[in-house]
């Protein structure tokens, strides 16, 4: 089988995640690899046939449930945050049908809402944020009218790891009957596990829905996102009829989809326990201030305290900074506004790592 | 690790392939399980550190469009057959803004166009099939208007794998300037390689797009769908802005995505090539003959002769026949109109494997 050697030079010449700062993903746990090779055959979209994988779902969304506050919650592993967010604000659509919807989004959240407003016919509508980099809630007020289908949270900001004020929103969406999204694609999970407690999730009476992604902070294999409803009229608002499946309905966005994720998620959780998760939580948290302190003394300032493993440097140069450090094959990235670079301290961001990337920064400044 | 134990037991009650006649998805090929492998950890999404991957992909594009008439075709690898379609539709949609969108498909396409239709907010207009269960041209015809973003034909139908008059959509689409996609999820890999030629690709001039799908004939690992564009312009369609990645665009419908399908896909095609594809085509023919041989003897008739390896067989009591052969764990499904049970002859389902089937059924009937 050469073509298998043809396939290894390939893969090599992909970067590897010990010199990746710039990703959201990272290396899956070992536990997660097992547990994906067991179920790389089987078919979530034919749930008549793989009965344990199907099964093995319902646990794996019991278990984020309890985790986010809600141990009745429904959903399922979708193929990563981008189709979760999609059936979040579709199910906000199809629940409030208006004939020009709109939702309300933090002008922090990821770009893939401008993905989701073309593909859903739904008006983005971007609030200002606070001086902390939150959304300003009274900006968010002020845009709502009535259609709005959805107003979103963000919980881990993709540019600086902020988290916004949900409590507030929350009472938000009770007030003015609308449903209210979190996407904490990678907050999730982190938060859960963080000594300083952030309100984000269904404890909070306003949310609707949640993203969440085992394949970031999950350490889940790709792809491994999750989307979480309070509860089942929401999921509901997704389903077509499917004639010649082994199930009579629909709510997923794919048809054919794989077992993997639902499969590796469960392993690493079962695996690592709240115990086990809040350690690697706990270790990207201390690299964060490591990385930190070691950008501060070559000059770097944060954008924002870190919340969490996300960070920001003010860097007027950001782009030449991050095409020098990538022909040196380092992977960072950067934000426009402020002008800064940004890292994500995975759990493949070892103390290690920090050191020699920083001093390689250090150097390429001089 | 006793984790992976409890998976292991999950999986066992999933139905193994050597039971199933009911799906579009087969046992992977022992060198697509190997490539996978290779590809778990990598991320197309994130294509300035998947470099060597991003690069498969492109070769893997160049495969599909050369085999489907096209090499400079544009595309890539999808989560699935759903995505593929939800995006030949959204790029046709894109590209002719007006008010209420509508698409004129086949009554056989897919359920997930209804799904789709909801998603994108266009309007279904489903044509009449002739009485070989192909769309009759003339209905389209009729039912196209100036809002109508797309016509849409099926090469390889899911209840009966039936090929549409492509060539006569191809002109209809010519002619009234509308974009024509190609739902080839199933018959994408199977018509190429058989020796009846019937006209379905790009080598149709009004051919726009075209759904295929590796991890169904082509055997890579879920998922591996596909969506060829004819030219860049459609591709383009579809995307936004990246600010955070290494990719200045994105066009696909999700973010994070697994290199996965692309590696799996490369490596059965190129392992087996055109004649080892061939072979494994012709083989699954002659088994639905020998399948439809073996059904007639008992009393059963085709619904129409097979065009591909999937084949209907009148039987009013069909319902009650597929629960009962599920219940000794086989799965087959059924069709609504006319009613009848439904199989899929994929690479896993042998000569022993029908006649071990048809005895049981035989059994079950009397």
């Not at 390939?10 to 993903?25: A, N, Q």
């Not at 997660?32 to 078919?43: I, P, S």
């Not at 979708?78 to 989004?105: D, F, H």
């Not at 993905?115 to 809630?137: F, Q």
Request: with cysteine; glycine share 8%.
């Amino acid at each position: 089988m050469d073509i298998i050697e043809e396939l290894r030079k390939c893969r090599e010449r992909d970067i590897p995640y010990s010199r990746v700062l710039s990703s959201m993903c990272t290396v899956p746990h070992p536990v997660a690899l097992k547990a994906h090779e067991l179920f790389v055959e089987t078919n979530l979209g034919d749930p008549g046939i793989f009965v344990g994988t199907r099964e093995l779902e319902d646990r794996v969304i019991r278990l984020l449930g309890e985790l986010l506050h809600n141990k009745e919650c429904k959903g399922y592993i979708s193929s990563g945050g981008t189709e979760a967010n999609i059936q979040g604000i579709r199910s906000a659509r199809n629940l409030k049908r208006v004939r020009n919807p709109n939702i309300v989004i933090p002008k922090s959240a990821h770009f893939s809402f401008e993905k989701i407003g073309d593909i859903l016919g739904v008006e983005i509508r971007r609030a200002d944020l606070d001086e902390n980099y939150r959304v300003d809630t009274s900006k968010v007020e002020e845009m709502i009218d009535e259609n709005t289908v959805a107003v979103v949270g963000i919980a881990g900001t993709t540019e600086l790891g902020q988290v916004d004020d949900i409590k507030t929103l929350g009472e938000l969406a009770m007030e003015r009957d609308v449903f209210l999204h979190i996407d904490a694609a990678f907050g999730g999970l982190v938060l859960p596990f963080m000594n300083k407690k952030i309100p984000f999730d269904f404890e909070i009476d306003g949310v609707s829905s949640i993203t969440v992604d085992p394949h970031k902070m999950g350490m889940a294999t790709i792809p491994a996102g999750g989307i979480l409803f309070r509860s089942e009229k929401f999921l509901r608002a997704l389903e077509v009829e499917t004639p010649y499946l082994t199930s009579k309905y629909q709510f997923t966005l794919t048809g054919t989809r794989p077992g993997t994720g639902v499969a590796s998620t469960y392993a690493v959780l079962k695996h690592l326990g709240y115990d086990g998760m809040r350690e690697i939580v706990q270790r990207c948290l201390k690299n964060t201030r490591i990385l930190v302190e070691e950008m501060e003394m070559i000059g770097f300032e944060p954008v924002i305290e870190p919340v969490m493993n996300v960070v920001s440097f003010h860097c007027s140069e950001a782009e030449r900074i991050k095409e020098e450090l990538y022909r040196r094959r380092w992977v960072i990235s950067t934000i426009r506004n402020p002008r800064a670079v940004r890292m994500v301290i995975m759990p493949h961001v070892s103390e290690e790592i920090i050191k020699e990337f920083v001093a390689e920064l250090k150097q390429l400044l001089h």
